[in-house]
């Protein structure tokens, strides 16, 4: 297991970052907190990614100012194209995906 905390350059924020190895895939768990245009956000996340550096499964969840929104999807076998949901609006989500 590996733990990494950053501080955004950009923008004030922090990212503590967990990647673990398992034995057929790697799973990473975040929590970033920041500050955005003067509003407060955090986004934790969570992938499955093989051996290959390939995202099989991910989980978003983000609050802005009391909003909040989750976004999953998973690599679709045999074709290999991605399903994703959402869960509520992706209007502030997509603020935070162009930081």
Do not use: C
Not at 39 to 61: G, P, R
Not at 70 to 80: M, V
């Amino acid at each position: 297991m590996k733990t990494v905390l950053w501080q955004g350059v950009a923008f004030h924020s922090l990212e503590y970052f967990n990647i673990q190895e398992n034995n057929d895939h790697y799973v990473v768990v975040s929590k970033i907190i920041g500050s955005y245009q003067k509003k407060i956000y955090s986004v934790a996340y969570q992938l499955m990614i093989n051996k290959q550096w390939e995202v099989e499964k991910f989980l978003i969840d983000s609050e802005v100012n009391m909003t909040q929104n989750t976004l999953t999807g998973k690599k679709q076998l045999p074709t290999g194209k991605s399903i994703i949901s959402t869960i509520q609006t992706l209007r502030v989500f997509n603020i935070l995906i162009s930081l």
